[in-house]
C-alpha cells in the first residue's frame, strides 16, 4: 500500500523512518494491488499527496522503470496546492512499467527560503552563511569556503543550487509503494471490431471456408474496421449437437454451434476441416494484415463431449459420482453438449498450461486479438496468472472480456489482466440510462476499458426489432462514439436483420446454428453509413480516447455530449433516440469544456451529415428527422468561418 | 493492502489462491496503512466487496480480536446488492482491535442450491444425491449413507446443512489484510471542553495557584463541561520572556507566557512554583474527577532558554555554526524565547522517549487528555510511535492535536493518532462556508474528529469583534451541535470580551502574558446559555456522535441542520448568521433523513427558547430575532402531541 515506507511501529522505535508522509499517489487501482492500464504514446500524470511538519521545503521525483529493467528514469514532481505534487510522464513501450514517489525534506532549499526571506528584510546573515556553509561543504566546498567569508553571491549562486538539487541527500527520504502501468499497444484503447461466421461468407448458403472469409476481408476493411473477429473455428462436437434456433437435437445437415469445441479431429488448437487448414487460417491471417485489419479469435474454455481432452486428460474434467463427466447446468437447464473444466483438477498445472498453451498456439500464427467467451465462469486467479503471463511474452496482444455479468465481477476481470470489456450498452437505451452508464464508466477508466456492442449474436435487444434503420443508425453511431471501442455483428447488423426468435433475446435463424447466406450489396444495406463513422473516428483524436462531456437538452429524446482531446477539435455528438418522430431541440453547451469562449463564434460541421452552421453562444438549436439521420456528429471550431471554409463544404 | 491474499503473480503459478477476490473491506483507511477510529461501545459496520466466478454460493466472515489477544471472534457476512457483503460487530473494550475478512466458495451451498431447483423443477436428482454424499461423508457420514439410499429429507435436512456451515471447507478461502480499529474512550468522540488559565483563577488580578484554579471547578462543572483544560503549568522561563500582549521584553512582575517552558527550577514534568506543587496538583485532579471532570494538560514540545535540558542534553537542540543553539524562526521574525527541538538529534533515542516520558509523567498523576501544541511542527512519525505507545499503556488517553495548518498535514497526524483535532471552524462564518466545511468533515470521519473552538487565546475572529452577545450565541451554538466536540477558552468567552489588539487576530490584555481578573458574575455572562446547551448535548444522543444533515432554507442568512442517532428523537438546529437583523426563512425538511413521515405531524420543542410546536409536512417557517435567541435546538418527536406534553411545556 501507499505509505510503505518504514514507519514508527508499535514498539518499535524506527531510527530510519522518513519526515515526509506519502498519504496517496494517483493513478493507483486498489491500493497499487492491481496495474493501472494505459496504451503506448499515452502519458501518465502522476498527483502524489505529501506532507511534511513544520515549513521546510520539500522535494518529490516520480521514478520509472520498466518492469523488466534495474534503471530508474526520474521525473522532478511539482508542488501545486493542497499538498498535491504533480509530473507527466510518457510511456513509449509495451509492457508493464513501475512508478514510485520519493520525496525529502530539501535542507539546502529550506536553509535558501530563509536566507532569501533575512535578505530582503535587510537582517544581518553572517551566522546564516556559516550554517549554510556546513551544508554544502561536502558537495561545493568552494562555494563553502567563499560563504565563509561573507560571499552572499556563492550562497545564493544558480550553480549551487543545481549541484545540491542534483546531489541532494536522499538518505532520510520518504517512498511509495511501487505501482505498475500495464502499457497496451494503442489498439486496446481504441478499435472497431467486425464480427463475422466465417462459414456464412459463400453467399450462397452453403459452408463456406477461410479462404471465403479472406474474400470478405477487403469488404471489412472497406467499412474502416480495425479487428475481424471470427467465432471459434475449432472442430465442433456431434454429441447433443443443437439444430437450428437450438433444437436439442441435430439433423445430418446440421453444422452445430462453434461454441461446442472439439471433435476427434481436434480441439482448441485445431482448424474444423471443413473451414479449411492451418494454413488457410495462415493466409486469412497474412491476409488480414494486409489490409491492416487485426484478426480476433474467440477463446471458448469448454469441450464438446468429443474433444480429444475428455479422453486424454479425464482430469481437467469434474466427474459425477456414476463415473459420468458433469455437464454445463442452470439447474433445472441442461447443457449437454458443454462440458466445463475443472479449474481445480488434481491436475490443475497441466490444465492452466494447456489452457495457457492454447494462446500461445495461435499467437504463433499471428493472432494478437482474442474474445474470451464468459470469463466470469472461470477463476479469477486463472486469468490473473494466465493474462500475466502472456503479456509478459506477447505484450501486444489484447484480450476482450465477454463478461456480460454484474459489475464487480467484471471489473475484477478487468483488473485481472483484460484489455477491454463487452458492457451494458446493449440494453442502455434512454437518455438518462446512457448518461449514467457513461458516468459509472469514468469512474473506472484507470482500469476498465468499455467495449459497446449494439447486437451480438447471442444478445438482440427489443429496441431494434421495432425500430427500423433508424434505429439501427441511432445505436450504430452511440456505440462509435460513445466509446473509443466498439464492435458490430455482420453482416446482420448492416443489413438491418430485426427478427428475434420468439420468447428469447436472439434473432431467429441464429448463426450460431446455421450456415446463412447474406446479401451485401442490399440497398438496405448501412455499409455507407457504418464506413462514414468510422472514418469519422480514424480522423478524429476526440473520438479515439477522449472523456465524454454530457450537454444538456430541453428533451428527453434527445440526447448531446462532447468529447475532446488535447490538440484536437472537440467533436459533439447529437442523437434523436426516438425512431419514429423528428425531433427539436435546445441544446445548452458547456462552453468551458469545449474550449470555446461565450462571446466567441464558431463553425460547427456535421461531419455525418455534411451540413454547415456558425454558432455562438451555448444556447443552440437542432432539428433531427430520424428518417433521413438521427444524428448529428459536429466537429468544433473555434474561429468565425471564413470563404474558404464554405468552399469546403460546397 | 486489501486482497492481500496469496494470488497468482507473474510468472509464478501459485496452486493456493482463492476462487474469491475480495476487492475492498471498508471502513478502511488509505488502504489499512492507519487504523479507522471508533469509541467503546460503537459498533463497527464492515462492508466487503467479494466476487468469483460462475454461480456458486459464496461465505464470507469477518473475524475480529483486541490486537494483544491471539483468539478470533467470528461475525458471518451476509450478502446485499451489488456483491457487498455486510456485518457488524460490537467493540465493548478500549485499545486496538484487528478485523479482517474469509470468503470461500461454500460447495455444499452450491450442491444445495442446484438440488433445491432440480426438485423444484421435479428433475430426478438420484445421482445428484450420490454427489453429494461425497461432499459430506467425511463430517457427516450418517447422512451420507441415507442419500446414497435417495433419502433427499436427509439431504435438505437443516442439521446437515448446520454441520456442513459450522464445519465448512475453508481450505480455498481467500483473505483480507489484517485492518485495524483504534477503540478509544467515548469522551474522544463527544466532549465539551473549557480552557482557563490557572493563575487568573484568584479574581483579584494577583497570581492565582492551582488551588485557586480547584475552587473554579464546580463552575466549570455547572456548566456542563466534561474537560477542563489548563495551559502549561511548568516553571516558566525568564530568557527574553515577553512582556504584555507580546512586547519585546518583560517587566519585573510580567508572569511570561507559560508556552516558554522551563527554567533552573524544571521543565515539562515540573510545577511552576507560583502555582503551586506537584500535590497541589494532584489535589486539582481529584477535585476534578470528584466533579466528574478530566483535566487536560497543554504538552508544547519545545524550550525555553533556561530549561534544564538545555545544559544537560544540548544535543537535544540545533546548533549554529557559531556554536549558539537555533531559536524558533519565521525569518525575518524571531522568537529568541522559544528553542524547538531537534526531532533529528544524534541522541534520537533519548529525546523521543524523554518526550514520550513527559506524557507517561502526568498519566502517572492522573492526566488523561492532553492537548498537544503545534503537533504540525513535530514529524509525524514522531507521534504516530509515541502515541501508539501511549494508546498501547494508557489506552484511556485522548490527544487533541492544535493544529491549524493545511488539510492534508491535519488529516495526516488525526491518521498517526490524535484523538481530536482544532480545525478552521473558527474562521467559517457564512453558511455556504459551514455547509461545506461539515460536508469535507463528513468524507474524513472514520479517521478526523473535530474539535469546534469560536475563539481560543491565539484567535480572536473578526466576527466576534463587532456582533456583540448574538453572535457569541451563534458561535456558541454552532459550535456545541455541529460537532460533538467542543470548547471555550473561557471565562473569556462567556463574559464576552471582544476588544482586539490592533492588528492582530488576538484579543487585547491577552491573558498568554497576563493575570486576568475575572467577574464570573456579571450580568452579561452567557453561563446560563451554556449551561443549557452542555446539557441538551448530554440528553440528546444526535448531537453527540450523529451525523449533520443540511436542511436547505430560502434565506442565506438562515441555517439549518438536522442530527440524528439511531433509537433516539432527531435534532434539528436553525440559527440566524446575522447577530443584528431578526430574519425569517422557509425550512424545507428532508423528513426521510429525519424519520418522519410526509402526512404525518409531528412536535417541535425548542429545547433552547421553550417553544413547542407542531409541525406537518417538509416546509415549515422559523422567525429568529438575535436580540433575544439567535437559534432554535429542536428535537423532533413524530407523533401528534397529546396535552400531557404540553402540559410538560407549560
Same mark, same amino acid.
Not at 133 to 149: C, G, K
Given at each position: 500500500?501507499?505509505?510503505?515506507?518504514?514507519?514508527?511501529?508499535?514498539?518499535?522505535?524506527?531510527?530510519?523512518?522518513?519526515?515526509?508522509?506519502?498519504?496517496?499517489?494517483?493513478?493507483?487501482?486498489?491500493?497499487?494491488?492491481?496495474?493501472?492500464?494505459?496504451?503506448?504514446?499515452?502519458?501518465?500524470?502522476?498527483?502524489?499527496?505529501?506532507?511534511?511538519?513544520?515549513?521546510?521545503?520539500?522535494?518529490?521525483?516520480?521514478? &520509472? !522503470?520498466?518492469?523488466?529493467?534495474?534503471?530508474?528514469?526520474? %521525473?522532478? #514532481? =511539482?508542488?501545486? +496546492?493542497?499538498?498535491?505534487?504533480? /509530473?507527466?510522464?510518457?510511456?513509449?513501450?509495451?509492457?508493464?512499467?513501475?512508478?514510485?514517489?520519493?520525496?525529502?525534506?530539501?535542507?539546502?532549499?529550506?536553509?535558501?527560503?530563509?536566507?532569501?526571506?533575512?535578505?530582503?528584510?535587510?537582517?544581518?546573515?553572517?551566522?546564516?552563511?556559516?550554517?549554510?556553509?556546513?551544508?554544502?561543504?561536502?558537495?561545493?566546498?568552494?562555494?563553502?569556503?567563499?560563504?565563509?567569508?561573507?560571499?552572499?553571491?556563492?550562497?545564493?549562486?544558480?550553480?549551487?543550487?543545481?549541484?545540491?538539487?542534483?546531489?541532494? &541527500? !536522499?538518505?532520510?527520504?520518504?517512498?511509495?509503494?511501487?505501482? %505498475?502501468? #500495464? =502499457?497496451?499497444? +494503442?489498439?486496446?484503447?481504441?478499435? /472497431?471490431?467486425?464480427?463475422?461466421?466465417?462459414?456464412?461468407?459463400?453467399?450462397?448458403?452453403?459452408?463456406?471456408?477461410?479462404?471465403?472469409?479472406?474474400?470478405?476481408?477487403?469488404?471489412?476493411?472497406?467499412?474502416?474496421?480495425?479487428?475481424?473477429?471470427?467465432?471459434?473455428?475449432?472442430?465442433?462436437?456431434?454429441?447433443?449437437?443443437?439444430?437450428?434456433?437450438?433444437?436439442?437435437?441435430?439433423?445430418?445437415?446440421?453444422?452445430?454451434?462453434?461454441?461446442?469445441?472439439?471433435?476427434?479431429?481436434?480441439?482448441?488448437?485445431?482448424?474444423?476441416?471443413?473451414?479449411?487448414?492451418?494454413?488457410?487460417?495462415?493466409?486469412?491471417?497474412?491476409?488480414?494484415?494486409?489490409?491492416?485489419?487485426?484478426?480476433?479469435?474467440?477463446?471458448?474454455?469448454?469441450?464438446?463431449?468429443?474433444?480429444?481432452?475428455?479422453?486424454?486428460?479425464?482430469?481437467?474434467?469434474?466427474?459425477?459420482?456414476?463415473?459420468?463427466?458433469?455437464?454445463?447446468?442452470?439447474?433445472?437447464?441442461?447443457?449437454?453438449?458443454?462440458?466445463?473444466?475443472?479449474?481445480?483438477?488434481?491436475?490443475?498445472?497441466?490444465?492452466?498450461?494447456?489452457?495457457?498453451?492454447?494462446?500461445?498456439?495461435?499467437?504463433?500464427?499471428?493472432?494478437?486479438?482474442?474474445?474470451?467467451?464468459?470469463?466470469?465462469?472461470?477463476?479469477?486467479?486463472?486469468?490473473?496468472?494466465?493474462?500475466?503471463?502472456?503479456?509478459?511474452?506477447?505484450?501486444?496482444?489484447?484480450?476482450?472480456?465477454?463478461?456480460?455479468?454484474?459489475?464487480?465481477?467484471?471489473?475484477?476481470?478487468?483488473?485481472?489482466?483484460?484489455?477491454?470489456?463487452?458492457?451494458?450498452?446493449?440494453?442502455?437505451?434512454?437518455?438518462?440510462?446512457?448518461?449514467?452508464?457513461?458516468?459509472?464508466?469514468?469512474?473506472?477508466?484507470?482500469?476498465?476499458?468499455?467495449?459497446?456492442?449494439?447486437?451480438?449474436?447471442?444478445?438482440?435487444?427489443?429496441?431494434?426489432?421495432?425500430?427500423?434503420?433508424?434505429?439501427?443508425?441511432?445505436?450504430?453511431?452511440?456505440?462509435?462514439?460513445?466509446?473509443?471501442?466498439?464492435?458490430?455483428?455482420?453482416?446482420?447488423?448492416?443489413?438491418?436483420?430485426?427478427?428475434?426468435?420468439?420468447?428469447?433475446?436472439?434473432?431467429?435463424?441464429?448463426?450460431?446454428?446455421?450456415?446463412?447466406?447474406?446479401?451485401?450489396?442490399?440497398?438496405?444495406?448501412?455499409?455507407?453509413?457504418?464506413?462514414?463513422?468510422?472514418?469519422?473516428?480514424?480522423?478524429?483524436?476526440?473520438?479515439?480516447?477522449?472523456?465524454?462531456?454530457?450537454?444538456?437538452?430541453?428533451?428527453?429524446?434527445?440526447?448531446?455530449?462532447?468529447?475532446?482531446?488535447?490538440?484536437?477539435?472537440?467533436?459533439?455528438?447529437?442523437?434523436?433516440?426516438?425512431?419514429?418522430?423528428?425531433?427539436?431541440?435546445?441544446?445548452?453547451?458547456?462552453?468551458?469544456?469545449?474550449?470555446?469562449?461565450?462571446?466567441?463564434?464558431?463553425?460547427?460541421?456535421?461531419?455525418?451529415?455534411?451540413?454547415?452552421?456558425?454558432?455562438?453562444?451555448?444556447?443552440?438549436?437542432?432539428?433531427?428527422?430520424?428518417?433521413?439521420?438521427?444524428?448529428?456528429?459536429?466537429?468544433?471550431?473555434?474561429?468565425?468561418?471564413?470563404?474558404?471554409?464554405?468552399?469546403?463544404?460546397?
Amino acid at each position: 500500500m501507499i505509505g510503505m515506507r518504514a514507519h514508527a511501529l508499535h514498539g518499535i522505535l524506527v531510527m530510519e523512518c522518513g519526515r515526509v508522509v506519502i498519504l496517496a499517489v494517483r493513478p493507483c487501482v486498489d491500493g497499487g494491488r492491481y496495474p493501472v492500464k494505459r496504451v503506448v504514446g499515452d502519458t501518465l500524470a502522476i498527483e502524489v499527496d505529501a506532507v511534511a511538519d513544520g515549513h521546510d521545503k520539500l522535494r518529490a521525483v516520480v521514478r &520509472d !522503470r520498466p518492469a523488466d529493467r534495474a534503471e530508474w528514469r526520474e %521525473t522532478e #514532481l =511539482v508542488l501545486g +496546492p493542497d499538498d498535491t505534487w504533480r /509530473a507527466v510522464i510518457d510511456l513509449p513501450a509495451l509492457g508493464r512499467h513501475i512508478y514510485t514517489c520519493v520525496a525529502w525534506v530539501d535542507a539546502f532549499a529550506s536553509w535558501r527560503n530563509g536566507l532569501d526571506r533575512k535578505l530582503a528584510a535587510g537582517v544581518d546573515v553572517t551566522l546564516d552563511l556559516l550554517d549554510g556553509a556546513r551544508l554544502v561543504e561536502r558537495i561545493a566546498p568552494e562555494h563553502a569556503a567563499a560563504m565563509r567569508t561573507g560571499s552572499i553571491a556563492a550562497a545564493t549562486s544558480p550553480e549551487l543550487a543545481a549541484v545540491m538539487t542534483a546531489r541532494a &541527500d !536522499r538518505s532520510g527520504a520518504s517512498r511509495s509503494a511501487e505501482l %505498475t502501468v #500495464l =502499457v497496451e499497444r +494503442p489498439l486496446a484503447a481504441c478499435s /472497431a471490431w467486425y464480427e463475422l461466421f466465417p462459414r456464412s461468407t459463400r453467399g450462397d448458403g452453403t459452408h463456406g471456408t477461410l479462404r471465403d472469409a479472406e474474400a470478405r476481408l477487403p469488404y471489412v476493411a472497406e467499412l474502416g474496421f480495425d479487428i475481424v473477429y471470427l467465432p471459434p473455428i475449432h472442430p465442433i462436437g456431434s454429441a447433443f449437437r443443437k439444430g437450428p434456433d437450438n433444437a436439442a437435437t441435430a439433423g445430418a445437415n446440421d453444422p452445430g454451434s462453434p461454441w461446442a469445441i472439439g471433435n476427434a479431429g481436434g480441439g482448441h488448437t485445431s482448424v474444423h476441416p471443413e473451414l479449411g487448414t492451418l494454413a488457410d487460417f495462415d493466409h486469412f491471417v497474412a491476409a488480414a494484415h494486409a489490409l491492416n485489419l487485426d484478426v480476433a479469435l474467440d477463446i471458448a474454455f469448454q469441450a464438446s463431449p468429443d474433444h480429444p481432452w475428455v479422453k486424454d486428460h479425464p482430469s481437467w474434467f469434474v466427474h459425477r459420482s456414476d463415473g459420468s463427466i458433469q455437464y454445463a447446468e442452470n439447474p433445472p437447464k441442461k447443457y449437454q453438449d458443454v462440458y466445463p473444466f475443472d479449474f481445480d483438477s488434481a491436475d490443475r498445472q497441466g490444465l492452466w498450461n494447456a489452457l495457457k498453451g492454447v494462446f500461445e498456439f495461435w499467437c504463433e500464427h499471428g493472432v494478437r486479438v482474442f474474445r474470451v467467451d464468459n470469463p466470469h465462469t472461470k477463476p479469477i486467479p486463472f486469468w490473473e496468472w494466465c493474462l500475466g503471463e502472456l503479456h509478459a511474452r506477447y505484450p501486444d496482444t489484447i484480450f476482450l472480456a465477454e463478461a456480460f455479468t454484474r459489475p464487480k465481477l467484471m471489473y475484477a476481470l478487468a483488473k485481472s489482466g483484460f484489455s477491454q470489456s463487452y458492457t451494458y450498452f446493449t440494453w442502455r437505451t434512454t437518455k438518462l440510462e446512457l448518461e449514467a452508464y457513461a458516468t459509472d464508466l469514468a469512474g473506472v477508466r484507470d482500469f476498465f476499458r468499455p467495449n459497446f456492442w449494439p447486437t451480438t449474436p447471442d444478445i438482440f435487444p427489443e429496441h431494434l426489432e421495432t425500430g427500423g434503420r433508424p434505429a439501427f443508425v441511432q445505436r450504430l453511431v452511440l456505440a462509435a462514439t460513445m466509446s473509443p471501442n466498439y464492435g458490430i455483428y455482420g453482416p446482420s447488423y448492416e443489413l438491418g436483420e430485426h427478427a428475434r426468435r420468439r420468447g428469447v433475446e436472439e434473432l431467429a435463424h441464429n448463426e450460431k446454428y446455421e450456415v446463412r447466406a447474406w446479401n451485401l450489396d442490399a440497398p438496405e444495406s448501412l455499409r455507407h453509413v457504418i464506413a462514414r463513422i468510422n472514418q469519422i473516428r480514424r480522423s478524429h483524436p476526440a473520438l479515439q480516447r477522449g472523456e465524454l462531456i454530457v450537454q444538456p437538452t430541453d428533451n428527453e429524446l434527445v440526447m448531446a455530449f462532447a468529447k475532446v482531446a488535447p490538440g484536437a477539435h472537440a467533436v459533439l455528438v447529437i442523437v434523436n433516440l426516438d425512431p419514429f418522430h423528428t425531433h427539436r431541440a435546445w441544446v445548452t453547451l458547456d462552453l468551458a469544456s469545449l474550449g470555446l469562449e461565450p462571446d466567441q463564434a464558431f463553425a460547427v460541421d456535421d461531419l455525418l451529415g455534411g451540413a454547415h452552421f456558425t454558432w455562438r453562444g451555448a444556447r443552440n438549436f437542432i432539428e433531427l428527422d430520424p428518417q433521413q439521420m438521427p444524428a448529428h456528429v459536429f466537429e468544433l471550431k473555434p474561429h468565425v468561418r471564413t470563404e474558404h471554409d464554405f468552399e469546403y463544404f460546397l
